[in-house]
């Protein structure tokens, strides 16, 4: 996993109750959020690249978010660099991964919150939502942009982090969405 993708995993497992920052010790441009929860703050006027990269992630992120969530994966897929690809295996394998969160999970009962981020010239969008069959989890769902392609592809518990590229491919982690 590399830098950027591990301080994202490991600041977004530091859970709800502290917040939902997700830099430890964000660095001014982080600092600086697209989107937020209801009432938070939002960024100054003024546009610049990484506003833009970031109004792009929050807007493709609640699209392929919302393709994940009804099982049309295959806009996803496409969209996935071939490191992401290679981490799920065959879109039939990430096919089944979802119709099971399906059955285990259900649909999304409530979104916690969402937030974006730029971190070594990827950028991030995070949705943190609770399932109808869980609803005392929260779950945060990481997707992260190299240009236009999925350079990122995460789902974890808040408050857990992992040493995997794609956090639940690991026995430890008992849930998946």
């Known amino acids: 996993m590399n830098a950027s993708i591990r301080d994202v995993c490991r600041t ?100 916690v919150g969402e937030r974006t981020l730029t971190r070594d010239g990827e950028t991030f969008y995070v949705r943190s939502a609770t399932f109808q069959r869980d609803p005392t989890t929260v779950w945060a769902l990481v997707i992260g942009f190299t240009g236009p392609r999925v350079s990122t592809f995460v789902i974890l518990r808040e408050g857990e982090t992992g040493n995997d590229p794609v956090a639940g491919l690991s026995p430890r982690w008992p849930g998946w969405l």
């Open 12 to 111: 977004v497992g530091r859970g709800v109750g502290l917040s939902l920052c997700l830099l430890a010790a964000p660095t001014a441009a982080a600092q600086t959020r697209v989107a937020q929860t209801p009432g938070a703050q939002t960024r100054p006027a003024g546009p610049t690249t990484q506003a833009a990269a970031e109004q792009t992630a929050l807007a493709r992120g609640r699209v392929l978010l919302a393709e994940f969530y009804a099982v049309k994966l295959d806009g996803l897929w496409q969209a996935f660099t071939p490191e992401v690809r290679a981490q799920w295996g065959t879109l039939a394998d990430f096919r089944a991964y979802r119709e099971a969160g399906v059955q285990t999970f259900g649909a999304q009962r409530q979104q």
